[in-house]
């Protein structure tokens, strides 16, 4: 996936730094309820959404693929792209993409980086189905990703650009996740009380960052049917 403006990482399918907390899936507390257009009372008015993995999926296959096409040890992709601190730095926009291609690609060479910026990963349509009914149904809809700005032509690949009332890209916001900042940026620039608000992500120590970070409803994604029974819960009919 490449920005408009040319900048350098893809949504945050492995920017996975924090640690492997297991918060409990689906943490609700205790909150007034409002009632929907069904006539149901329902806890949340808002979702904010993961984008790798959750809404866009990103195949391990592929990356080996890449590893092997390139001649690269197994995870070296991975480690080069996503886990050095040029991938940190990008990812919250503090160097440009020139220079995180520059410093990538003199670990895993200019091929490899091509080919791992050319993979936009495969839209997981159940989840659009979940969070376009929400948004039919009243309930705001937000993404968040840890990106940079070239998180649009992920978006723009799958036609999902529209999908959401806003989306959030770390790179254009300066925080990441799990930094506090980066919920408490979203909250307030959405006008979002968070005690009404869910947040879905696949990475758990992330989920359990935005709950300690603004009392945010978590649910640590898994699988379609598993979301749509969360919302439910909050009383969201998806």
Not at 149 to 159: E, I, M, P, Q, S
Request: with cysteine.
């Amino acid at each position: 996936m490449n920005s408009a403006d040319g900048s350098p990482l893809g949504v945050e399918t492995a920017m996975k730094l924090a640690g492997p907390q297991q918060p409990p899936a689906g943490h609700r507390s205790e909150k007034t309820s409002s009632a929907g257009p069904d006539g149901c009372d329902r806890l949340v008015d808002a979702i904010i959404c993961d984008v790798g993995n959750v809404l866009i999926e990103f195949s391990a296959r592929r990356s080996a693929e890449i590893e092997q096409l390139h001649g690269l040890g197994d995870g070296e992709l991975f480690t080069a792209t996503l886990k050095t601190s040029a991938a940190r730095l990008a990812m919250s926009g503090a160097i440009s993409h020139d220079e995180w291609h520059r410093q990538t690609a003199a670990i895993i060479g200019d091929a490899a980086v091509a080919d791992w910026l050319a993979d936009h990963g495969e839209l997981n349509r159940p989840v659009v189905e979940i969070l376009e009914t929400a948004r039919a149904g009243g309930i705001r809809v937000l993404l968040l990703s840890n990106a940079t700005t070239r998180l649009w032509a992920d978006l723009d690949h799958h036609g999902i650009r529209n999908l959401a009332d806003q989306v959030f890209c770390s790179a254009e916001i300066g925080y990441a996740k799990p930094d506090p900042r980066a919920y408490r940026f979203v909250l307030e620039a959405a006008a979002i009380d968070a005690g009404r608000a869910l947040y879905v992500d696949d990475t758990a120590s992330w989920v359990e960052a935005g709950r300690r970070a603004s009392g945010l409803h978590g649910y640590v994604y898994g699988t379609p049917s598993g979301l749509r029974h969360e919302l439910a819960a909050l009383g969201v009919t998806v």
